[in-house]
């Protein structure tokens, strides 16, 4: 077996973790604490993942750029699927003052506004705080979406370009694809498991699916 078939099966394997996860709120008759926990649980696995590579990483003398602080990935579009939208607005609704919930939603609003007239590829070009930002941090990291935590850049320097320069190809950050790849399979199981009950789950920007407290 070569390296690209052992690696593919590691893929299925989250892929299937994912799916396990999301069967059980299909089991469970669509119940939304069954759905944030297992989110919840499906996070932790990609955290303690990360953990190990990072661990990894440094041994073999490569180091993880990302620290709290560095915001350069927070200005991007930021892309999550309904269901973790749902997770993320609890947790906002939860945790965060009326007041706080406020000054959240009108930065949703207001990048909502400043990418309307914009396509596809401008979009992904442009740079928009997250609404999610303060004081250089994210003030949700605890239910940040699997996209967050799947990106680990082994550069700070590739995304500062990418930052400074996001039409040009060649400055895309010096990402780990293997936590992404975990992540997305893990994603990709959840939702197909969810699919068996016709819930067919969209992504959004974050900034699309924020919603602000009831008056």
């Known amino acids: 077996m070569n390296s690209d078939q052992k690696f593919t099966a590691v893929e299925k394997a989250f892929y299937s973790d994912g799916y396990l996860l999301g069967m059980k709120v299909v089991e469970s008759g669509l119940s939304q604490n069954i759905l944030f926990s297992s989110i919840s649980e499906m996070y932790s696995a990609i955290d303690e993942l990360i953990n ?9 003398n490569q180091s993880i750029h990302c620290k709290k602080g560095c915001e350069y990935c927070c200005h991007q579009p930021v892309f999550a699927l309904e269901y973790e939208m749902q997770y993320l607005n609890s947790f906002i609704k939860e945790r965060f003052s009326d007041k706080r919930q406020n000054e959240i939603g009108e930065k949703a609003d207001e990048n909502r506004f400043n990418l309307i007239d914009l396509d596809k590829t401008q979009i992904l070009n442009s740079k928009q705080p997250c609404p999610l930002l ?5 003030s949700a990291y605890e239910a ?12 700070v320097n590739s995304c500062i370009t990418f930052y400074d320069k996001p039409k ?3 400055s895309f950050p010096a990402l780990l694809d293997f936590p ?27 900034d699309e699916k924020i919603k602000l407290p009831p008056h």
């Open 52 to 60: 190990s590579v990072s661990t990894l990483a440094q041994k073999h």
């Open 134 to 138: 303060k004081n250089g941090t994210c």
């Open 144 to 155: 940040r979406p699997m996209a967050c935590r799947i990106y680990l850049s082994t550069d």
């Open 168 to 170: 040009d190809k060649s």
């Open 180 to 206: 992404m790849r975990a992540g997305r399979m893990m994603n990709e199981g959840f939702k197909a498991a969810l699919k068996t009950k016709v819930l067919v789950m969209k992504e959004f920007r974050i």
